[in-house]
Antibody, heavy 121, light 109 residues
Framework: DVQLVESGGGLVQPGGSLRLSCVAS????????MAWVRQAPGKGLEWVSTMSGSDFGSFYTDSVKGRFTISRDNSRNTLYLQLNRLRGEDTAIYYC??????????????WGQGTLVAVSS | DIQMTQSPSTLSASVGDRVTLTCRASQHISAWLAWYQQRPGKAPKLLIY???NLEGGVPSRFSGSGSGTEFTLTISSLQPEDFATYYCQQYYTDSPPWTFGQGTKVEIK
């Protein structure tokens, strides 16, 4: 079974940084693009960033470009999201998500349980 | 960017009811649409992809239809575990952003 386990969330002051991790199991990690999707308290889902499986191409939503960096370590089956210059509007649960099929279109077949990032002074 | 609009925002229904949720895209997206279910406090779960394909393990009371700009998710006989929020998501392009609707909450009447 696919498992995605996020960690690294917490309370951080505006302008601060955090690094989120997502450890994957149950599939060949390097074959799949992986993404981060967030959900602000009481709000809907927002795609944040994606990294492809092997060529490490990456994409970001406009509001996080230049502040967030996605990366992955295929030898550790781990996806990362470095969050810098955090703002209050970045407060959300951050989900790690697996693109459903290798090389496939951009929808999400599996999700982790999420990790909460709270930005507040 | 492609905007996704879901209606209604909230739907009140009873166990056994047939319910239909709607998702509209701001431009043509062919059938590149997914539906997700999110129960309170839980992660989203893929229900349907490519507008009408049921993900493995999803009960057959769920069905999806539509193409172009208008899509529906139907639950043929609502069960207690189906009270949740449902999101649509377009994945028409190979370039971002890949956008979600704002969600429809199905609540107990």
């Amino acid at each position: 079974d696919v498992q995605l386990v996020e960690s690294g969330g917490g309370l951080v002051q505006p302008g601060g940084s955090l690094r989120l991790s997502c450890v994957a199991s149950g599939f060949t990690f390097s074959h799949y693009a992986m993404a981060w999707v967030r959900q602000a308290p009481g709000k809907g889902l927002e795609w944040v960033s994606t990294m492809s499986g092997s060529d490490f191409g990456s994409f970001y939503t406009d509001s996080v470009k230049g502040r967030f960096t996605i990366s992955r370590d295929n030898s550790r089956n781990t996806l990362y999201l470095q969050l810098n210059r955090l703002r209050g509007e970045d407060t959300a649960i951050y989900y790690c998500a697996k693109i459903r099929i290798p090389g496939g279109r951009h929808y999400f077949g599996s999700w982790g349980q999420g990790t909460l990032v709270a930005v507040s002074s | 960017d492609i905007q996704m609009t879901q209606s209604p925002s909230t739907l009140s229904a009873s166990v056994g009811d047939r319910v239909t949720l709607t998702c509209r895209a701001s431009q043509h997206i062919s059938a590149w649409l997914a539906w997700y279910q999110q129960r309170p406090g839980k992660a989203p779960k893929l229900l349907i992809y490519r507008a009408s394909n049921l993900e493995g393990g999803v009960p057959s009371r769920f069905s999806g239809s539509g193409s172009g700009t208008e899509f529906t998710l139907t639950i043929s006989s609502l069960q207690p575990e189906d009270f949740a929020t449902y999101y649509c998501q377009q994945y028409y392009t190979d370039s971002p952003p890949w956008t979600f609707g704002q969600g429809t909450k199905v609540e107990i009447k």
